[in-house]
């Protein structure tokens, strides 16, 4: 959600053809610096007390480290400052120790605005963004900050801050200059936070994306994750679907992704499945997908704008929800509106439109019914692709689709013995 607030950000400001400047602030060491006194506090002055703060208190008290080394131990090392790693209650004890700087920008006039909703700092823990649209106003921000550190004892490590420009107007604007205490922050054409790479324009860098989910498939060639001698194709395309297709498509349903984008993903992932099929390079698109009941890269990534939606429509209560009723009050069809994009998808696979799901769905047992409504719509309605495009190619005249042939393997693999070749004994 909070990388949602910078797209719909992006999109705000290209529509009003205004500028816009995002900071990405690196907290040095984040969990292994938190102040203990200063959390206590915090959680105190929230209500949380009795039992369940001294609980909390205990955790962090006398609390010792030993290192193990050729079967030595070290003295028992005391821990005086810093959160478990890897605890449960350390993401959340770090967001409220956090939070009072978000509180503080939130409340800053310099910030971004969406329509009065406040959307300067969309962070998550420890992966912190500023949002701004005048250099003075990124200055301002970039200083509460540092100022918010002073009294909460943590550090930001201003070498690793970036700075992108982002293209949201067509005049000709100056480079803007922000420094964080007396380190000027370094203006970069990416940054990325919570794991999205973020260019000027919004756009994926579909190469770089492609190129990782190459070594990711490399890394699995060990497992025999490839073609001729491979394992079972099924087993294969689990595989990719498991440890591939995350990394390749992670976030990108929050970005403005083009035509040419889908397409070059569309070509690598038929590619990839072609080998592990053993199908030569030649094979029509639609049977490669067909044969292992594996999904467009358009259907994947409709499937995910969809989700990520259901998931705003439940809360009326959150920033996202707010922006959604704005934005398509306001919006024209022309917009670059992240929600109007959802308005579209939803039209294209007949299902209801957004303001009719933001005010029915109030649960998440009715989210997942529409998420399964919404999977029986893009499934129908790639099928009947599919079907089309059999009835194209008369190389396909023999291809016989059966149900759910976007989702389940074609019986071709039920019966092959998980041999590769079974595809041309078929």
Known sequence: ????????????????????????????????????????????????????????????????????????????????????????????????????????????????????????????????????????????????????????????????????????????????????????????????????????????????????ARKTAYALLGSGLHGKNGISPIISFQMWSTFVIPRLLHGIELLNIRKSDIDALERYQRKFLKQIQTLPERTASVAVLSLLGAKTIEAQIDTRIITTFLNIAKDPRTTEFQIAVRQLTIKADNSNSWFIKVKNILHKYDLPCPEFLLKTIRSIKQVEAWKTKSNQKIAEYWEKMSEKQIGEKSTLKYLQLQDKSNSVPHQVWAYSKHSPFASKKQ
């Open 1 to 212: 959600m909070a990388g949602l607030l910078i797209t719909e950000a992006f999109a705000e400001a290209k529509d009003k053809n205004e500028p816009l400047i995002m900071q990405t602030l690196d907290a040095e060491k984040a969990f292994d610096i938190v102040w203990h006194n200063g959390l206590l506090r915090k959680l105190y002055n929230d209500g949380v007390g009795g039992d369940l703060w001294l609980l909390v208190k205990s955790l962090h008290t006398d609390a010792h480290t030993i290192v193990k080394w050729q079967g030595e131990y070290t003295h028992p090392i005391p821990i005086k400052q810093g959160i478990r790693q890897g605890a449960k209650l350390s993401t959340l004890m770090y967001k409220r120790f956090n939070n009072d700087i978000l509180n503080q920008l939130q409340d800053a006039p310099e910030g971004m605005k969406i329509g009065s909703t406040d959307v300067t700092s969309p962070t998550c823990a420890d992966d912190i963004a500023l949002l701004s649209q005048k250099e003075n106003d990124a200055q301002i921000l970039t200083n509460t900050v540092h100022e918010a550190t002073k009294k909460d004892r943590f550090r930001i490590n201003a070498s690793k801050c970036e700075l992108v420009n982002f293209r949201t107007t067509t005049k000709q604007l100056a480079i803007p200059t922000v420094k964080y205490n007396s380190t000027n922050i370094e203006i970069v054409s990416s940054a990325k936070h919570l794991g999205i790479e973020r260019n000027a324009t919004n756009t994926p860098d579909v190469d770089s994306r492609i190129h990782l």
